[in-house]
């Protein structure tokens, strides 16, 4: 969950910023906003634009550019604002840079009172109280940078950190009380189907949970298909069966697995079919970890069309999040069910592959299927 323009809720934990407490700027008055202006104040630069009506265009306070004559300015809190009353953005100062980082980083510091007060309900009402701001628009500025909710993203940080607890060894208890979570009964309620298993499970590796796997052929060379009893965990691609079965080993280090070809075979065949240009049958049980993000991103991959692409920065916008293109491609790398989730339908904007975590000739290989 870091930011820089590109924000996502594992990126955003990863950012030294200092636990201070913050309020919101208090709004100022036009006279001292026209002061901002004659001064360049770059601490204002977020906060307002000014619109010059000889010029129709609209700056941050800190633009280079030769002052205008205060009887031809007009203050607008939001570039949306300034637009709507017909005025088009400086090519010179780019006053939307401006307000995209005042709003990342305003919420970059939710994040952080959020993750300071992980052992303790942080109701919306609460946050506007403490960020100087109503709920309603707190939970919609903060919504429209991460594409997900205050609430969630405290989910997820108390998921990360229980996760982390327990593969470091603490006990289940220890783990839940140190990640926030009230209660053992809360625990599991909330956390089971995240972790695809119990959190004694996950943190013994996933131990007495048996994944039964099958390698088979495949147009791309060997494939290994994993399930836990609820579904499908893992698709890899490979050269040899020894390679998949090591690969799952890294991925489930304590688990029972258990070869099981006769089980597995009529899911198998289903991918096989839908690699050869069948559409994928919608009842193929999924059982993947994932972050509130990472969600997000492989429902929306699931909708692109059989032998269609998307581009990362469309599929940034397609769930709302048009500046997190570097977020959306790691999601798409870290995707543990290839095929299943289709993270291959997604390239470069020039039209060029890019990167694909089994390899760029596989990539290559099913997008040419897919067009057959």
Same mark, same amino acid.
């Given at each position: ?49 000014? &619109? ?217 065949? &289903? ?102």
């Amino acid at each position: 969950m870091t930011t820089n323009a590109i924000l996502d809720a594992e990126r955003l934990n990863e950012m030294p910023v200092p636990p201070t407490r913050t309020t919101a700027r208090p709004a100022i008055a036009d006279n001292e906003r026209w002061n901002a202006v004659t001064a360049r104040d770059r601490g204002q630069d977020g906060t307002f634009v000014f &619109a010059v009506s000889s010029t129709g265009v609209y700056c941050r306070p800190s633009c280079p550019a030769r002052r205008p004559q205060r009887k031809n300015v007009q203050f607008f809190l939001t570039t949306d604002e300034a637009e709507r009353a017909g005025y088009r953005a400086c090519l010179r100062c780019r006053p939307k840079a401006a307000r995209q980082n005042t709003e990342a980083d305003a919420v970059k510091k939710i994040c952080r009172f959020i993750e300071q007060h992980l052992d303790e309900p942080v109701p919306l009402a609460r946050l506007g109280k403490e960020f100087g701001q109503s709920p309603f628009h707190l939970q919609r500025r903060f919504r429209a940078v991460l594409g997900i909710t205050p609430r969630e993203y405290a989910d997820a940080c108390r998921l990360g950190l229980l996760k982390r607890n327990l593969q470091a060894g603490d006990s289940v208890t220890r783990a839940m009380y140190d990640a926030g979570y009230g209660s053992s009964s809360r625990l599991y309620e909330r956390t089971a189907s995240q972790l695809g298993m119990s959190p004694d499970k996950y943190r013994r590796g996933a131990v007495a949970a048996a994944i039964r796997y099958t390698c088979v052929d495949s147009p791309l060379g060997r494939m290994l298909i994993a399930a836990t009893e609820r579904g499908i965990c893992a698709i890899q691609f490979g050269g040899t069966d020894g390679e998949l079965i090591a690969g799952l080993r890294r991925e489930f280090p304590f688990a029972v697995r258990k070869a099981d070809d006769g089980g597995l075979r009529s899911w198998a065949g &289903a991918l096989l079919k839908h690699m050869r240009g069948k559409h994928l049958d919608s009842s193929l049980p999924l059982d993947i970890r994932a972050t509130a993000f990472q969600r997000r991103v492989w429902t929306y991959l699931q909708s692109i069309p059989f032998g269609t692409t998307q581009s990362y920065s469309e599929v940034a916008k397609g769930i709302g999040r048009p500046t997190a293109v570097r977020a959306v491609a790691r999601a798409c790398a870290t995707n543990p069910v290839a095929v299943a989730v289709p993270c291959h339908r997604v390239v470069r904007e020039d039209g060029s592959l890019g990167g694909y975590r089994w390899g760029i000739e596989r990539k290559q290989a099913l997008l040419q299927l897919e067009s057959q």
